[in-house]
C-alpha cells in the first residue's frame, strides 16, 4: 500500500500550481536564436560538403559498397529523424512546455529523466529487433525478385548491423535537445551535427593515408571490393563514434537549465511519460511517411538504377539539404517551441502572425537558393565533388539529380513548418493523413519515372519535388480552418503576404539570371572554383539590390540588425 506521505506527494505532482516561469517569455529573441542555430548549421554543412568531398574522393561515383553504406546509413538515420529529432522530442516538448508553466521546473525535470528511462529500454528493444531483422532478411524482395539489399547484399547487411546501435545515442540526444530548446538552450544541440562531421572528417583522413587515396575500386574485382568494404567499415565506426559525442556534449547545457539532478520516480510522472510516447505515436506515423519515402528513394536507387545511383543521388540530397537546413529546418526548430507556447495560452493570432511571418523569411533565402541552385548544378557539383575516383559521369547524374530537387527546396522547407503548426495546435492527424497519401503517391510516381521512363537519378527527384508540392497543397489549406476553429472567430492572416512572396521570386529570377551569365561570361568552366565563386557573388548582389528596389520589409529588418550589431560593437 501507499503511504499517505506519498499519496500526497503525487497529488502534489498532478495538480497544477503556481508558477513562475514565463513560457512565452523563454522565447522572445527567435531572430537571435534563428540565427544562432542557422549559424551552426552552416558550419556543420561546410564540414558536411568536405566530409563528401572526402568520400567522394576515396569511394568515386560507382562502388557498389559505397552504395550499400548510403542506404545501410539511412536505416538509422530513420528512426534518429523519428524518435530523436521527429515524433518523441516534440511530443516531449509540447509536455514539457506545459509541465514547466502549469506545475513548475522541477516537475519538467522529472518529466524529461521518466521519459529518457523509458525511451532508453525501447530503443534497446528495437535495436535488437533491427539488427535480428536485418541479419535474417534475404537477398532478393519475395515476388518481385528486386535486391532489395542491393548489388552486394552481404556488404549492405554488414554495415547496417555496425550502424545499428546509432540508434540508441542519437534518439538519446535528440530528446535531450529537444527538452533543451523548450528552456531556450540551442547551442549544444546546434553544434552536435558539426562535431559529426569533425569526426567523420578525422576518420576519411585516417582511411585516406590507411588505404590510399586512390586504387582499386569494386569493379576491379574481389581485392577492390574487399578494400572498399574495409574503408566502409572505418567510416561506419567513426560516424558511431559521433553519436555518442553529440550525446556527452549536451551535458553541460542540461546542468546550466536545471535538467540535470536527482528527481523522484513518482507514479504520476510514469503516467505522464507514457503520455509523451502515446502522443507521439501519431507524430511517428506522420513523420515515418516522409522518413519513409526518403528511405524508399535509396532503397530504389540502391536496387533499380545502375551502379552508383544510390550514392549519386545520396550526393544531391546533401547538396540540396544545405539552403534547407541553412533556413527551413533551423527555422522550424526555433520558432516550434514559441508556436507551441502561444497555443497554450490560447494566442493565437500572435501564433498566426509567427507562423507566417516565419514561412516568409524562410522563402527569402530558400527561393533565391533554389533558383541559383538549379542554374549553376553541374558547376556547384563538378567543384565539389569531381576529384580522385568521382569522374565525370558521376556529376552529370548528380546534377541532374540537383536540379529536380531544387523545385523541391520551397515545398520541403514549408512542409516541415506546416506540419509544426499544426502539432502545436494540438493536431497530430491531419499531417498524418498527408503524409500517407504522399507515401503513396512518391512510390507510384517512382515506379513510374525509374521502371516505366527508365530515368536515372533525375527520376527519383523529380518524384520526390511533385510530392513535395502536393503535400504544401494539402496542409496549406486546412491551417487557417484550425486556426479559426481554435480561436472560435476569424483570425487574419498577415498583410501583404502574397504579394511579399511575388517580389521574393521575381528577385530570385534575377539572381538565377546573374549567377548563370556572370559564369558563362567568366569561360563556364565547370571544375573552377573562382568562377563560381564569382557568379555566386554577383547573384547574391543582384538579389539584394533587387528587394532593396522593391522595398521588402524582410531585407529592412536584416538591414536594422546589422545596423545595431555594428552599432553595439563600436561602443
Known sequence: MKTSSKIDAESAA???????????GRHKRLVARTALIAGFTALSRVLGFGREALTAALFGDKSAIYD?????????????????????????????????????????RALLWETLRLATWILLGLTAVLMGGVALMGDAMPLTGWRWLGEDAHAMRELTLQSSPYVIAICLAGLISGALAVRGKFAATSAGPGVMNV????????????????????????????????????????LLASGFVQLAM????????????????????????????????????????????VLVDSFMANNLLPTGGASTYYYANRIQQLPLALVATAAASAVFPAMKALAHKREFGELRKLHEQTHLA?????????????????????????RGEFGEQGVVRTADAIRMLCIALVPGGAVGLLSRAYYALGDFKTPVRMSLISLVLNVALNWLFVVRFELDTGGL?????????????????GLARKIR????????????FASRMAKMFGASLACGAA?????????????????????????????????????????????????????????
Open 515 to 571: 549567377a548563370w551569365g556572370a559564369h558563362l561570361a567568366l569561360g563556364g568552366e565547370t571544375r573552377s572554383w573562382l568562377a563560381l565563386a564569382l557568379a555566386i557573388v554577383c547573384g547574391i548582389v543582384t538579389y539584394i539590390v533587387a528587394v532593396q528596389l522593391l522595398g521588402l520589409p524582410e531585407w529592412s529588418a536584416v538591414r536594422r540588425k546589422l545596423a545595431a550589431r555594428l552599432a553595439a560593437r563600436s561602443r
Open 14 to 24: 498532478a495538480r497544477p500550481g503556481d508558477s513562475s516561469v514565463d513560457v512565452v
Open 485 to 496: 476553429a481554435n480561436a472560435g472567430n476569424d483570425v487574419p492572416g498577415l498583410p501583404g
Open 250 to 293: 549536451l551535458v553541460p547545457e542540461m546542468r546550466a537549465t536545471g535538467l540535470l539532478g536527482r528527481t523522484g520516480r513518482l507514479a504520476e510522472h510514469r503516467r505522464r511519460a507514457w503520455g509523451v510516447l502515446r502522443t507521439a505515436v501519431p507524430l511517428a506515423l506522420g513523420a515515418a511517411v516522409y522518413q519513409i519515402n
Open 362 to 386: 524562410v522563402m527569402f533565402v530558400a527561393l533565391p537558393a533554389s533558383v541559383g541552385l538549379l542554374v549553376m548544378a553541374t558547376p556547384v557539383t563538378a567543384v565539389l565533388l569531381q
Open 199 to 238: 569526426v567523420a572528417i578525422v576518420t576519411l583522413v585516417a582511411i585516406g593515408l590507411r588505404f590510399g587515396w586512390q586504387g582499386l575500386a569494386p569493379e576491379d574485382g574481389e581485392a577492390g571490393r574487399v578494400r572498399h568494404l574495409e574503408m566502409a567499415r572505418w567510416f561506419s565506426w567513426g
Open 461 to 477: 527527384a523529380l518524384a520526390t519535388a511533385i510530392v513535395s508540392w502536393v503535400s504544401v497543397a494539402l496542409l496549406v489549406g
Open 68 to 108: 550499400a553504406f548510403v542506404t545501410a546509413w539511412r536505416i538509422p538515420n530513420l528512426f534518429r529523424r523519428l524518435l530523436g529529432e521527429g515524433a518523441v522530442s516534440t511530443s516531449l516538448q509540447s509536455a514539457l512546455t506545459e509541465a514547466d508553466s502549469d506545475r513548475g521546473e522541477d516537475d519538467g
